[in-house]
């Protein structure tokens, strides 16, 4: 690798002291680079030679999955990923947001719907369950 060739979240590497294919969770932080998967590994980025570099796009949607890694407490590359992300996508990032809340509030009003219509009928509880779980909200019967 070059000195210039630096390492991007989503490029595949081959990491030549182990022989392992890696693909990388971040972008190369000065000499180190850290690949996807746990434990948190760190290794010299002066060994481990490009197999794929990763598009603009397959970069952002790596960066994206990273930063929101359940993990945060103790994974250095989420923190890394959302500051690139705060950085570089701001723009991209607010319309994702947007887009998400509206999405969530369309499951609220849809939710307080089905609760409010129905508590007997159970295909309004399976419904109404199913919404509140992917706003990680758990309903009590």
Same mark, same amino acid.
């Given at each position: 690798m070059s000195?210039?060739?630096?390492?991007?979240?989503?490029?595949?590497?081959?990491?030549?002291?182990?022989?392992?294919?890696?693909?990388?969770?971040?972008?190369?932080?000065?000499?180190?680079?850290?690949?996807?998967?746990?434990?948190?590994?760190? *290794?010299?980025?002066?060994?481990?030679?490009?197999?794929?570099?990763?598009?603009?796009?397959?970069?952002?949607?790596?960066?994206?999955?990273?930063?929101? /890694?359940?993990?945060?407490?103790?994974?250095?590359? /989420?923190?890394?990923?959302?500051?690139?992300?705060?950085?570089?996508?701001?723009?991209?990032?607010? *319309?994702?947001?947007?887009?998400?809340?509206?999405?969530?509030?369309?499951?609220?009003?849809?939710?307080?719907?089905?609760?409010?219509? /129905?508590?007997?009928?159970?295909?309004?509880?399976?419904?109404?369950?199913?919404?509140? /779980?992917?706003?990680?909200?758990?309903?009590?019967?």
């Amino acid at each position: 690798m070059s000195e210039s060739t630096l390492f991007r979240a989503g490029d595949v590497v081959d990491h030549l002291p182990t022989g392992e294919r890696w693909q990388l969770a971040i972008d190369q932080i000065g000499p180190h680079v850290f690949p996807c998967g746990m434990p948190v590994v760190r *290794a010299q980025a002066i060994d481990c030679e490009a197999v794929t570099r990763a598009s603009d796009d397959e970069r952002k949607i790596m960066l994206l999955a990273i930063s929101r /890694s359940d993990r945060r407490d103790i994974d250095i590359r /989420s923190e890394h990923a959302r500051g690139v992300l705060a950085v570089e996508y701001t723009e991209d990032l607010s *319309a994702e947001v947007n887009a998400w809340r509206d999405a969530a509030i369309a499951a609220i009003h849809e939710l307080v719907g089905f609760v409010c219509a /129905s508590n007997s009928k159970k295909e309004n509880k399976a419904r109404a369950k199913e919404l509140a /779980s992917g706003l990680g909200i758990e309903l009590k019967e």
